[in-house]
């Protein structure tokens, strides 16, 4: 099973600056590799799919990057509605299909 | 806009069976994976398995004892069963779009449609 472990648990940032999320495999997933954003009480939302394109409908300011086992989801411009948990979830090799256990944002 | 709309019970007492049903109401029902993922309440996600409109399944190991996944395809619908649960199985229990299917194999470009979330919880 690979695992993910994305650090930090928890970050703070002032608005309209810039969110670095981190996320690492425990083994090569290539570029197979996905992030979410997860609001309080709802489903989680795809941002980025294959380590950096962005999903249908998904703002600019999220930006996905890496491959190998090393992945950063950039938020640029941090707004109050980007606070959120995010996931990141590697689909090189399954099963099973595993998340990070994800990435609390807040505002600063 | 594809939705998916889920149903079940959410009170189990322990060894009972989950049931849980997810409605696909849009075309790609033939043309993707569809998965359950789970969330204990305050941490992480944990994919539990998938099956296709044709009924081809894969499953998460530390589940795949206790789990089974079936579809009726003329309903568009999927359905979760998970066999004598535990407290350590109550979470919110989300049906989710998987991988497409492209000729004799398939893709994912990540879980990119959810249903709304069913609550499980399992007490004496």
């Known amino acids: 099973e690979i695992v993910m472990t994305q650090s930090p648990a928890t970050l703070s940032v002032s608005p309209g600056e810039t969110a670095t999320l981190s996320c690492r495999a425990s083994?090569?997933?290539?570029?197979?590799l996905a992030w979410y954003q997860q609001k309080p009480g709802q489903a989680p939302r795809l941002l980025i799919y294959g380590a950096s394109t962005r999903a249908t409908g998904i703002p600019t300011r999220f930006t996905g990057s890496g491959s190998g086992t090393e992945f950063t989801l950039t938020i640029s411009s941090l707004q109050s509605e980007d606070v959120a948990v995010y996931y990141c979830q590697q689909y090189h090799i399954w099963p099973p299909l595993t998340f990070g256990g994800g990435t609390r944002v807040e505002i600063k | 806009q594809v939705q998916l709309q889920q149903w079940g019970a959410g009170l189990l007492k322990p060894s009972e069976t989950l049931s849980l049903s997810c409605a696909v109401y849009?075309?790609?029902?033939?043309?993707?994976?569809w998965s359950w993922i789970r969330q204990p309440p305050g941490k992480g996600l944990e994919w539990i398995g998938e099956i296709s409109y044709s009924g081809a399944t894969n499953f998460n190991p530390s589940l795949e004892t206790r789990v089974s996944i079936s579809v009726a395809a003329s309903e568009t619908r999927f359905s979760l069963h998970l066999s004598s649960v535990t407290a350590a199985d109550t979470a919110v229990y989300y049906c989710?779009?998987?991988?497409?299917?492209?000729?004799?194999?398939?893709?994912?470009?990540?879980?990119?449609?959810w249903g709304q979330g069913s609550l499980v919880l399992v007490s004496s």
């Open positions: 849009d075309e790609s029902f033939n043309t993707h994976f």
């Open positions: 083994q090569s997933v290539t570029n197979n």
């Open positions: 989710a779009r998987g991988r497409r299917l492209r000729g004799t194999g398939s893709y994912y470009n990540g879980f990119d449609v």
